[in-house]
């Protein structure tokens, strides 16, 4: 299933790539803006769409963060303690689509997936639990949009690489934090467990 859904989406985008070089400079430019983004697309229906969405994502969780969590965590255990696991499914399927949907707009269909990924990434080599996993990547999400949105208007490139880079420096930023902060973790649990032996005659 993996390999043929591959096979579809990359053959779509190559096809489209294709047809539109055949056709005029225009719908060039267009399809430009819908793989890799751009703020002229960006409307002010398009951000009230975000805050929508947005509020929508933080109702979710508010209300089935916890089976999600665990149905994300082992599907199996998670029917087996009366999750609706389908449902679930369907639910958090539908919040992605929608964030793919909104965020398509400014990063581009092609970088929309790894804005999504790479700050949760970013925030897991700094946190333990769910719940500041979860408040961290948002954060580092943020700050990454912001910052590529910035470097987007003043280098006139395409918004979504720019995003993505800033997303990237701040993976290799908490990637360099965590092995110093794990290794004094490491030497106190080490210390902590290390017990006296007392000599028996």
Known sequence: ADLALALIFY?????GVLLTSLASGRATSALNQYLFGS?????????LWLVVVALVVVAVLAVFGRELFVMSLDADLARTQGVRTTAMSMLLTVLAAFAVVIGMRTVGLLLVSAIMIVPVAAAQQLTRSFRATMALGAVIGVLSAVLGLVG??????????????????AFLVCAMVAVPLRRHARRRQQAGSATPVNATP
Do not use: E, K, R
């Open 11 to 15: 053959g779509g985008i190559a096809g």
């Open 39 to 47: 703020l002229s697309t960006v409307a002010t229906s398009d951000m």
């Open 152 to 169: 987007s208007f003043y280098l006139d490139v395409p918004p979504g690489p720019t995003i993505v880079f800033g997303a990237l420096g």
